[in-house]
């Protein structure tokens, strides 16, 4: 029998690192990309199926932080889990996500999450070395992809659907 | 000694004090009393002792009358007041699910009234303004149903969202017919996220939420509940009414649903039998217009433009039905046999008299083809005969029945007869004729008898069967070519008889032949007294020989003294 699942998911990053562009062709949004720097969120779904169960993430793309402006918190309330999305050519922006996550969780606690590094297909000009992104992957099931050629993002996705319906 | 004495003597011999005595005499009450200090005295044991009888006495102060409960009111109401003031929420969560009930009973005898008059309402508007609004519609290009909404409702809930507070997801959603929904989902947690939005924005408490909020001919009403809230989308103007069934929604979904809502993860399906409850939500109310002057003007106006309109139809439907009789009544007089004497109307119904040949075309045929109906006209047409060239043709044909290769027309009132028919025919069509109406002769001269063309053939082959012999050198028959001769004559004549009945001319030659005797001139010459012999002999038995042609052949068949016919028969138009 289908079961029919929903969970609320926010979209973390620090500003320009292409989340919007990353999950946009992979989401439907009836809204436009305005309500990002209006209220601060814009609401996309993504649908999942795994075998019989249908699994809908309402996704809260949450406006980008930096030293303008900080995510609204209150927009956490009640996740199931969080997408973290860095730029992998800039350091800062995984930094920034690590603070992202930390903040999450202490509104959230300690619920199923992803990283996401973008710009896989600049991957000869990150400025992660192999130490670094060991360290990442013991901390955090993390993705590489592309917004350009949308390589990994879809992976991302089910990985943290997967993990949520575990819960 | 008296007993009193001894008393008094045995008193003093032990020296006794009343308190030593009071042990043996009132010990018990003593002990009582004790227990009873210490039930006072100590506030446990006071406590207990109070519970113990509280509730009786309760219930016996108020038999005796309000007193007890006058006097608990003040403590009682400061004490829910700081209970209040301590924890807001608490309070709140406990009197949530009951206290909407109470309100709602007064309120909807109220509303009951309301719908009465709005149920009477739409029988009385639903005639001519809908009229107004197909107008309207067309005009504007707004499909029908939604111009009558406007015009009729008040509001229509178009949407009810039932959204999980905390997350914003959407537990379930109903939408009225003909509405387009958006991802609802989308669309609850946005609403959830203006929500935050609002509240960190204006920096409002926590319990205040969105409640209300308007777009173009939208509004949208939100019921917030501890664990879930209602959203309504209404297009028009939203009463009270649609805020308290959602109130009331909520605090059922919130009773029946506790411990879901509570540990809500994500698991909609718990929440499918909601449904119901959230269509009871789809309300709507239609407006009460009030009947106004202008109203009272515009529907005159439209009953005087309908009247025009159907007195135009109806003009045009009369107008219509007089052309097609009229066209009937020409179609009439045109066709032969058929005179039109009177027409007129009898009882309403159209009539039409007159005088009809039987063999004419029925009248009563001509009414389809002119879009009339039998019923439509009485046809009072008396059998005549019509003396219509026509009509007499037609009738000639039905008396005289010719056969197939004769043909009868009528020309000037001489019936003309064509063909070849048998005599008896013949003779009968000649007798019958000009008895005719209409037929004043007969013109048979190209009528010809099928017997006489037998005849005239027959005749023909028996000639040109005979042959007549000469002896050698002689142009003279030999005397007993008699028979022959004679035989000839009499075919000849009948064949002359005969040609003509039969339509036929015939040209009969007598041809001579000689033997090969002497020279060719000779030859010739000799056939040719002999042709000219047999046709002197024939002469001679009474045969017009300006009908027979005379020719010598010579020696052209040697050996041949003898005289043979020829016979070519023709159409008598072909002949001289």
């Known amino acids: 029998m289908n079961t029919l699942e929903k969970r609320k998911v926010c979209l973390l990053g620090a500003t320009g690192v292409g989340k919007t562009s990353l999950v946009m062709r992979f989401v439907r949004s009836i809204f436009s990309d305005q309500y990002l720097t209006t209220i601060g969120t814009k609401i996309e779904t993504k649908h999942l199926t795994y075998g019989d169960h249908e699994l809908v993430l309402v996704l809260w793309d949450l406006s980008g932080e930096d030293e303008f402006q900080r995510v609204r918190l209150s927009y956490l309330r009640g996740a199931a889990g969080y997408l973290l999305v860095a730029d992998g050519t800039r350091r800062a922006t995984v930094e920034t996500a690590i603070a992202l996550h930390h903040v999450a969780a202490e509104v959230v606690g300690d619920v199923p999450r992803v990283l996401v590094l973008n710009k896989a297909d600049l991957r000869a000009f990150w400025e992660l070395d192999d130490a670094y992104e060991r360290e990442l992957t013991a901390r955090f099931s993390v993705f590489e992809a592309s917004a350009k050629t949308g390589a990994g993002v879809e992976e991302a996705f089910r990985a943290l659907g997967h993990a949520l319906l575990q819960r | ?576």
């Open chain 2, 1 to 576: 000694m008296s007993a009193r004495l001894r008393a008094r003597a045995r008193r003093r011999e032990h020296d006794y004090t009343l308190d030593d005595l009071r042990p043996f005499l009132v010990k018990p009450e003593q002990e009582r009393l004790k227990s009873l200090e210490h039930k006072l005295e100590t506030p446990e044991a006071l406590a207990e002792a109070i519970g113990e009888v509280l509730p009786q006495a309760a219930v016996a102060s108020q038999k005796r009358g309000e007193e007890l409960s006058s006097a608990m009111q003040p403590l009682m109401l400061s004490s829910i007041h700081e209970t209040v003031r301590k924890n807001p929420e608490l309070f709140a969560d406990a009197i949530f699910p009951s206290i909407g009930p109470a309100v709602r009973k007064a309120a909807r005898a109220a509303l009951e009234g309301l719908l009465q008059r709005v149920d009477d309402m739409v029988q009385q508007t639903m005639t001519l303004e809908s009229l107004r609004w197909r107008i309207e519609a067309a005009r504007t290009g707004r499909p029908f149903v939604e111009v009558v909404m406007l015009h009729n409702l008040a509001y229509r809930v178009e949407h009810v969202f039932l959204v999980h507070r905390e997350s914003g997801l959407v537990l379930q959603h109903v939408a009225a017919e003909n509405v387009a929904a958006e991802d609802p989902d989308q669309v609850s947690a946005m609403l959830a996220a203006i929500d935050d939005f609002a509240r960190d924005a204006f920096r409002e408490e926590k319990e205040a939420g969105l409640s209300r909020f308007c777009v173009g001919g939208l509004t949208g009403v939100v019921e917030h509940g501890p664990r879930a809230m209602l959203v309504a989308i209404v297009r028009g103007v939203a009463t009270k009414d649609v805020e308290a069934s959602l109130a009331e929604t909520l605090e059922q979904i919130h009773r029946t649903y506790a411990a879901p809502l509570e540990q809500f993860k994500g698991d909609v399906a718990t929440f499918e039998p909601t449904r119901d409850a959230l269509v009871g939500c789809m309300r709507e109310e239609r407006i009460q217009k009030p009947k106004s002057r202008r109203r009272g003007t515009l529907a005159l106006a439209a009953i005087a433009v309908l009247a025009l309109v159907g007195a135009g139809i109806g003009w045009k439907v009369v107008h219509d039905r007089n052309a097609r009789f009229d066209a009937y009544l020409e179609a009439l007089g045109e066709e032969p046999g058929l005179t039109v004497t009177r027409t007129g109307r009898d009882g309403g119904r159209r009539f039409v008299e007159g005088l009809g040949d039987p063999l004419a075309q029925d009248p009563a045929a001509l009414l389809a083809p002119h879009g009339l109906r039998a019923s439509d006209v009485e046809l009072r047409f008396k059998p005549v005969y019509s003396l219509d060239p026509p009509l007499t043709e037609r009738r000639a044909f039905q008396v005289l029945r010719p056969p197939p290769d004769v043909s009868l027309r009528l020309a000037g009132g001489t019936l003309v007869a064509a063909g070849v028919a048998e005599r008896a025919w013949i003779d009968r069509a000649r007798l019958l004729a000009t008895s005719l109406p209409g037929v004043t002769a007969l013109d048979d001269t190209r009528l010809f008898e099928a017997e006489a063309i037998t005849s005239a053939r027959a005749a023909a082959a028996t000639l040109e069967g005979l042959q007549i012999s000469f002896p050698p050198g002689s142009a003279s028959p030999l005397l007993a070519e008699r028979a022959r001769l004679d035989a000839a004559a009499r075919a000849v004549q009948a064949l002359l008889d005969a040609a003509p009945r039969g339509g036929l001319s015939a040209r009969i030659e007598i041809v001579g032949h000689a033997d090969a005797t002497g020279t060719p001139e000779k030859y010739q010459h000799l056939s040719e007294e002999r042709a000219s012999s047999v046709a002197a002999e024939l002469d001679a038995r009474g045969v017009a020989s300006d009908r027979l042609s005379v020719r010598g052949v010579g020696e052209a068949d040697l050996a041949a003294r003898k005289v043979t016919f020829h016979v070519r028969l023709s159409p008598a138009s072909e002949g001289s």
